[in-house]
C-alpha cells in the first residue's frame, strides 16, 4: 500500500489575485496529487481560522508562507510514512497536531490543503475518479447548478443589497441539460442588460455586476430572461438568493431592502413579500449568523404562510456539526451549505453532510467567492449525494471548470447517471 513521502507546501494565487495554499502529496511508489484552497470574502465567525501573515507588507499582509511553512516543517514530518489510503487518520492527526478548536496554530488552510490532496492521491492509487473513490458505487447522482448570475454585496462593485441572485433547473433530465438552461438564460440576461445599456462585467463569481440599486430589479431581469429563454419562472426554472446578511446586520436590524436598517418583523415580511411575487425556492442566510432567535421566528412564520422556501445555513452553520447538531434541534433551516475551508478537513466536512442527511437537511456543496482551478468540490458534490452544488456562473475559469467536471463526471456515469431532484 503506497506510503506518504513527501508533502510540499506553495503559495500560489486565487481567483481574486490573492494568496493562498497549495499542497502537493507524493507517495513512495512515486505517485502525487496537489490541492489547492479556496478563500471567502463574506466570512462568518465561527468559521475555522484562515492563516495569512499579518507582517508582511510586500504582499500586503495577505501572503501564506507561515501557513506553507507548517506544511512543510510540521505536517509533512508528522504524516511522514502514513498510509495514503488512511483519510480519518491522516485528518484526525492534523487535528490532533492543531490542538485548537479553530485550528489557529496550523491554520485551516494549511491543513485543508493536505487533507484534500491526501483524498486525491489515495484516489489515483486506486486508479479510479476521485468521486467513485470518495462516494463508492452508490455515487450515481449529479447536483443540480445553483448557478449565481447576479452578484452583489461584498462580492461586487455595485449597490446590490442583496449578494447572490441565483437560478436552479427544476426537474431537468440531465445535468447536461441542466447546465444548457442555465447557458439559455445567462445569454439572455447578457442581451437584456446590455439593451438597458448597463455593464456586463462579471462580480466575484462570474455573475454580472450591473450598476443596479435595487434587489427586485435584479429578479426582474432574471425573470425576463427566464421567459426569454422559453421556460416558465418556478416551473423550469426558479430563482434562490443568498442574502449574507450578516454584512447587513447591525444591532438586531438589517438593512437588506435597502440602506436603511429595518427590524426583523419588517425583514420577514420584505421577505415573504419577495417569495410571494417572484418563483423564489431558496433563500441563504436570510439572518445573521448569531441571530438565532430570528432563524427560528422565521422557519414558523414560513409555515405559517404556507411557503415550503429552502433555508440554508451558510455563515450560520459553517460547515460545523455543533452548530448544525444545535440547529437541527432549533428546527431552524432546512438546508446547510457546505464549505470544506469552513471547518479545515475532509472528514470533518463528511461528518457534517452525513449529519445533515440523517436529519432530513439538503446539502449544497460550495465554492468560495475566491476560488481556483481545483475542481475537488465537483467531485464531493457526487460523492456524497448532495442535492446542489453552488459554485457561480457559466463564466470565469475558476467556477466554469466545477461544471465540466460535473459534465465529465455525467459522461463516465454514462446510463447510470442520475440528477439530483428537490
Ligand atoms: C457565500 C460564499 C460563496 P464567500 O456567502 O455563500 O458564494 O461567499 O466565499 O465570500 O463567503
Ligand atoms: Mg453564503
Redesign the pocket.
Known amino acids: 500500500m503506497a506510503k506518504i513521502k513527501n508533502i510540499k507546501g506553495r503559495q500560489v494565487f486565487d481567483s481574486r489575485g490573492n494568496p493562498t495554499v497549495e499542497a502537493e502529496i507524493i507517495t513512495d511508489d512515486g505517485r502525487y496529487a496537489s490541492a489547492i484552497v479556496p478563500s471567502?470574502?463574506?466570512?462568518g465567525s465561527h468559521e475555522a481560522f484562515e492563516l495569512r501573515d499579518k507582517k508582511n507588507k510586500k504582499y500586503l499582509n495577505k501572503s501564506v508562507f507561515t501557513a506553507v511553512e507548517n506544511i512543510n516543517e510540521i505536517i509533512s514530518k508528522k504524516l511522514n510514512n502514513f498510509h495514503i489510503f488512511d483519510q480519518k487518520k491522516i485528518d484526525k492527526t492534523l487535528i490532533d497536531l492543531d490542538g485548537t478548536t479553530k485550528k489557529n496554530k496550523l491554520g485551516a488552510n494549511s491543513m485543508l490543503a493536505v487533507s484534500i490532496a491526501a483524498c486525491k492521491l489515495a484516489s489515483n492509487c486506486r486508479n479510479i475518479s476521485l468521486f467513485k473513490h470518495l462516494g463508492g458505487t452508490v455515487a450515481k447522482r449529479l447536483p443540480l447548478p445553483l448557478m449565481?448570475i447576479i452578484n452583489g454585496g461584498v462580492?461586487a462593485n455595485n449597490s446590490l443589497r442583496i449578494?447572490?441572485f441565483m437560478i436552479r433547473p427544476e426537474k431537468p433530465k440531465t445535468f447536461s441539460e441542466a447546465i444548457r438552461m442555465c447557458f439559455l438564460v445567462i445569454q439572455n440576461l447578457k442581451t437584456l442588460i446590455n439593451s438597458k445599456n448597463l455593464s456586463t462585467t462579471v462580480g466575484d463569481?462570474g455573475g454580472f455586476a450591473p450598476a443596479l440599486k435595487k434587489n427586485e430589479e435584479a429578479i426582474e431581469f432574471i425573470l425576463k430572461s427566464i421567459e426569454k429563454s422559453g421556460f416558465k419562472p418556478g416551473k423550469d426554472v426558479s430563482i434562490c438568493l443568498?442574502v449574507?446578511s450578516n454584512e447587513l446586520y447591525k444591532n438586531g436590524k438589517y438593512s437588506v431592502k435597502s440602506p436603511k436598517f429595518e427590524d426583523v418583523e419588517k425583514t420577514m415580511n420584505y421577505y415573504l413579500d419577495l417569495t410571494n411575487k417572484y418563483p423564489i425556492q431558496s433563500i441563504?442566510d436570510p439572518f445573521s449568523e448569531d441571530d438565532w432567535g430570528s432563524w427560528d421566528g422565521f422557519m414558523k412564520f414560513l409555515k405559517e404562510n404556507n411557503k415550503k422556501t429552502q433555508i440554508v445555513g451558510?455563515d450560520l452553520f459553517v460547515t460545523n456539526k455543533n452548530r448544525l447538531n444545535k440547529g437541527i434541534k432549533a428546527r431552524i433551516a432546512n438546508a446547510i451549505?457546505v464549505k470544506p475551508n469552513q471547518i479545515g478537513t475532509l472528514t470533518e466536512t463528511m461528518d457534517v453532510i452525513e449529519l445533515a442527511h440523517k436529519n432530513g437537511y439538503e446539502t449544497i456543496i460550495?465554492?468560495?467567492?475566491g476560488d481556483s482551478e481545483d475542481t475537488f468540490i465537483a467531485d464531493l458534490a457526487v460523492a456524497t449525494n448532495s442535492s446542489q452544488i453552488?459554485t457561480g456562473s457559466l463564466a470565469r475559469s475558476e467556477r466554469v471548470a466545477k461544471y465540466n467536471r460535473l459534465l465529465r463526471i455525467e459522461e463516465e456515469l454514462g446510463n447510470s447517471a442520475k440528477i439530483a431532484k428537490v
Open positions: 471567502g470574502a463574506s466570512i449565481n462580492h449578494q447572490e463569481e443568498d449574507a441563504e451558510d451549505l460550495s465554492h468560495r467567492s453552488k
